[in-house]
């Protein structure tokens, strides 16, 4: 009898054991590479990120030009606070008249590759169109992607869990050139 059960344990442990071992070890690895990863963003970024959210009404845009002109100015890179208040009111406006939800704005400045980014994220998953021609001198609207093109480094938009976020990125001083990056046509 004690050899049946010898023969089921080395069994289970062979059959069962030494594969869930395997499974863990392979588990343990990939969690060590994304701490790993997030370790680098995190050391990137030297603790200039700032994430909030955004009232979903008018006053939006304001308390973001706001939020830019503050952090911009602790963060010491007041040369672009005309400049990123300028593209975050157009995104933060577009949001507004075509998406919903709730709106949120991160905002990061990496020394390493010295690159001011922002993100407007909203509830609506439909990407903002860079194919429309620009507005007409007579028109109101139509503006604030071309604006948004011609004036950021890069831009884009990526599908999120709650909508999409919208981005643009800005050169900072010592930056790398950069070649234009226009609308990613894939979320």
Known sequence: MSTGIRTRSVAVREGVLLPLCRLLGRLAATA???VAQL???LRGT???????P???HVCAVPQARRIIRTELAR???P???EIAELLVSELVTNALQHAWGPLHLRMSHSPVDRTLRCDIADGRS???SADRPPARADEDHGRGLHLVDQLSTRWGARHTAAGKTVWFELRTPGSKTRGRGGLRRRL
């Open 39 to 41: 370790a680098r963003y």
């Open 126 to 128: 439909a990407a903002p």
């Open 79 to 81: 040369e672009h606070v």
């Open 32 to 34: 060590a590479a994304l």
């Open 46 to 52: 030297r603790g200039k990120v700032i994430s909030q």
């Open 75 to 77: 963060w010491g890179l």
């Open 54 to 56: 955004l009232e979903s």
